[in-house]
């Protein structure tokens, strides 16, 4: 039988090697509280495989703190995440793009140490037309009393996360995550239900030939990013690159994350200040590109080093290779 090794085995590998050299053992709270998300994850790709056999197309009929009409898997996959992860006592504080405050548990600082941030269905434009659609989610630890309030901890910058992730259900179900000692890749086996590695170590090439924007809002951007589209297009960089986007921000980013390449979702006329979220959608990518060698900006500066002021603030985003990362800095930075 060919050895296989799933998620828990695996985050419990990395927390003990983590924890070798105090010679402590992983208390298993922090794979206790993943196994809340892929448990989750498992419930949503259940129900997108049969979407079309059930009622689960289509508008909730009802709008989002975003003001986005809720599809009924947005809903779905928020009570999914909600019902998973608040049984898990580790679990501080839920942070959701369909809710418009944060879900807190009273849990005493000591137990309650986590504070799970997610989007729990991305790309739900795609669900009706059986496009890849995913999962995002970041972990924060709660800062102890003294320092902060939980909702302080809540803001914590995009640095201070502990683990991030995405799920990607597609042809297959593949969830890639980080705790800050490289990205890993699992695809789900369905005839055992369980996430098993499939890609360890995951590196993004330094230079890619894919760009990833939606060219229609072309006329809104500031001109530096039409420029640097161009510059990319007449082989500025060195290389041919044919043009790929999915509007399902995991599936652009998976795809950049395997074949390198640059993804931006720059400001607009209609979202000047970017449309990506920034708790939910760009630090948890942010970590994982820069946990696989990439870059992550929000056109100026890096992405982690932003200070969040609000739970859905938005933020424009260009994540990638380095080298198309460092052309951007050189034409849109200054
Ligand atoms: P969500 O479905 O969670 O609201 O996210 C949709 C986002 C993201 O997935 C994607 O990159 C972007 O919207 C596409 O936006 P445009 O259709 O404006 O290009
Ligand atoms: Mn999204
Ligand atoms: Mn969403």
């Known amino acids: 039988m060919a050895m296989i090794t799933t998620v828990q085995q695996h985050i419990l590998q990395q927390q003990q090697e983590q924890l070798k050299s105090s010679g402590r053992e992983p208390s298993g709270t922090f794979s206790w509280l993943l196994s809340g998300i892929t448990l989750a994850a498992k419930m949503v790709e259940a129900k997108i495989r049969s979407a079309g056999l059930s009622d689960v197309y289509g508008a909730f009929g009802a709008e989002n703190v975003q003001g986005e009409q809720q599809q009924k898997l947005d809903v779905y996959a928020n009570q999914a995440l909600l019902h998973c992860l608040g049984l898990r006592d580790s679990v501080a504080a839920l942070v959701s793009e369909e809710d418009e405050e944060p879900v807190t548990f009273n849990r005493d600082p000591e137990t ?140 652009d980013f998976h795809r950049t994350l395997l074949k390198g390449g640059v993804f931006l979702y720059p400001p607009t006329l209609k979202q000047p200040k970017g449309k990506l979220r920034l708790l939910y959608e760009a630090n948890p990518l942010a970590f994982i590109a820069e946990q696989a060698g990439g870059m992550a900006t929000n056109g100026v500066s890096r992405v982690l080093d932003i200070k969040p002021e609000g739970i859905h603030q938005r933020t424009p985003f260009c994540v990638g290779s380095v080298r198309e990362m460092m052309a951007l800095a050189e034409v849109v930075g200054q």
Do not use: C
């Open 112 to 251: 309650g140490k986590y504070i799970i941030i997610f989007d729990p269905l991305d790309g739900s434009s795609n669900i009706d037309v059986n496009v890849n659609v995913g999962t995002i989610f970041s972990v924060l630890r709660r800062m102890p009393l003294e320092n902060g309030t939980l909702e302080e901890s809540i803001l914590q910058h995009g640095f201070r996360q502990v683990a991030a992730g995405y799920v990607v259900y597609g042809p297959s179900t593949v969830l890639v995550y980080t705790t800050g000692n490289g990205v890993h890749g699992f695809t789900l086996d369905p005839t055992i239900g369980a996430f098993v590695l499939s890609n360890e170590r995951m590196k993004m090439p330094e230079h890619g030939s894919y760009y990833s924007v939606n060219e229609a809002n072309a006329q809104g951007w500031p001109t530096e990013y039409r420029d640097y589209i161009e510059k990319l297009k007449s082989g500025g960089l060195g290389k041919e690159y044919s043009s790929r986007y999915i509007g399902s921000l995991v599936a």
